[in-house]
């Protein structure tokens, strides 16, 4: 929860930043505008504006923007402390989720909590899918089967599992094969997504501590 809250501070930082940029005398707006996040961040935070009392409105805008900067970057370190703490946690309860290729600690942890809230219903895999919404939903007509999109279980925990498929369909030799195949067969990449988690859910599945 804390490090979803500084990642979204972080963008609502970021955003301001921009607007203030893009709203600032035109002296400031042409050295700011369009430049990349990292370098702007650390350029903004460095910033050491003299007061000057024929243009006071250009020295509370660097201001502010220097003030909005360092507020990142503690935003950043505060990630980095949770990101790690979190990494510790995961190790200690379930070190195999971290080999899943494309699991992270953070994604990882979301997944342990909706299992963790969700105790009385991970009676089997197929209970885990319906959990975390990958569970397919029959959509078919006629001769044609199709499944739709399944809007219910957590979706936090479907949020994880759509980023795990996300990253392999453009990293890993294997899912690529299997889009490759599934589109010749005329699959929308939504449906293929689809498919994808649920083979995902399976393999979390496995790797999820089991009660005592």
Request: charged share 25%.
């Amino acid at each position: 929860m804390a490090r979803r809250s500084a990642r979204d501070q972080r963008i609502q930082t970021l955003n301001q930043i921009r607007h203030l940029v893009f709203t600032a005398p035109e002296a400031i707006r042409q050295r700011f505008l369009g430049r990349y996040q990292k370098g702007l961040v650390t350029e903004l935070a460095s910033l050491r504006p003299r007061k000057n009392s024929n243009d006071a409105v250009s020295y509370v805008t660097l201001t502010t923007l220097r003030d909005l900067a360092r507020r990142i970057r503690t935003l950043d370190a505060e990630s980095n402390r949770i990101r790690s703490a979190l990494h510790d946690l995961v190790s200690a309860v379930a070190p195999s989720l971290l080999t899943i290729h494309g699991l992270a600690a953070e994604g990882a942890a979301v997944l342990l909590v909706a299992a963790g809230d969700n105790p009385q219903r991970l009676r089997s895999e197929p209970a885990w899918a319906h959990l975390c919404g990958v569970a397919p939903i029959p959509a078919s007509s006629g001769r044609t089967i199709r499944h739709r999109l399944n809007r219910g279980g957590n979706r936090q925990a479907n949020s994880v599992l759509y980023r795990i498929v996300i990253t392999r369909m453009s990293s890993d030799p294997r899912t690529g094969t299997y889009v490759a195949r599934r589109r010749e067969e005329g699959r929308t990449t939504g449906e293929i997504v689809r498919m994808l988690k649920r083979y995902v859910a399976r393999e979390v599945y496995k790797q999820l501590p089991r009660p005592i």
